[in-house]
C-alpha cells in the first residue's frame, strides 16, 4: 500500500528516508498539525532530547487514535530552531519510525511561535 520510491536515476536519500512514497488503495489519511513538545500536563521539556521525545510520544498517540502504526506515516516535516543538534533530531526520528522510511524534510528555522519550543514536526500517513 504504501511504497517507497527511489528511481535509479538519481543519489540515494541523504538520510533514513525515502525520496518519496507511493500510496495505493488507500481509504484513510490521517494530516497532522505541526506537533510541538507540550507532554501531557502541559509543560514543555527544557532539552531538546525531552522535546524530540514529547513530540513523537504525541505523533505515536495521534496514531494509535487514527488506528495507524509508523509504518504508515507517508511524509514527516520537521522545523528545528537553528543551533540545536540535527543528529539528535534525526535520531529521535529514527527511532520513532523503528526502521520505516518515509519521505522525510527537515527546516532550519530561526524560531518557532513559542520561544521555548526548539522543534516541531508534521506527519502525513495512510492506511487501508
Known amino acids: 500500500m504504501n511504497t517507497p520510491v527511489s528511481p535509479s536515476a538519481i543519489a540515494p536519500p541523504a ?6 512514497m507511493l500510496s495505493v488503495g488507500v481509504s484513510r489519511w490521517l494530516h497532522t498539525a505541526g506537533v510541538v513538545p507540550f507532554r501531557p500536563d502541559g509543560t514543555v521539556p527544557d532539552d531538546l532530547a525531552g522535546q524530540v521525545e514529547t513530540v513523537w ?3 505515536a498517540a495521534m496514531l494509535a487514535e487514527a488506528d495507524m502504526v509508523a ?3 507517508v511524509s514527516v516535516t520537521t522545523y528545528v ?3 540545536h543538534d540535527l543528529g539528535l ?3 529521535g526520528r529514527d527511532r520513532a519510525m523503528g526502521g520505516h522510511r518515509p519521505a522525510s524534510t527537515m ?3 530561526p524560531e518557532l511561535v513559542r520561544p521555548e519550543w526548539k522543534v516541531e514536526v ?6 487501508a
Do not use: M, P
Not at 15 to 20: E, L, M, V
Not at 122 to 127: E, K, L, M, T
Open 122 to 127: 508534521a506527519v502525513v500517513a495512510a492506511a
Open 57 to 59: 510520544a504525541n505523533i
Open 15 to 20: 538520510a533514513a528516508y525515502s525520496h518519496a
Open 89 to 91: 533530531v534525526i535520531a
Open 107 to 109: 527546516l532550519v528555522v
Open 81 to 83: 530552531v537553528q543551533g
Open 71 to 73: 509504518s504508515d506515516v
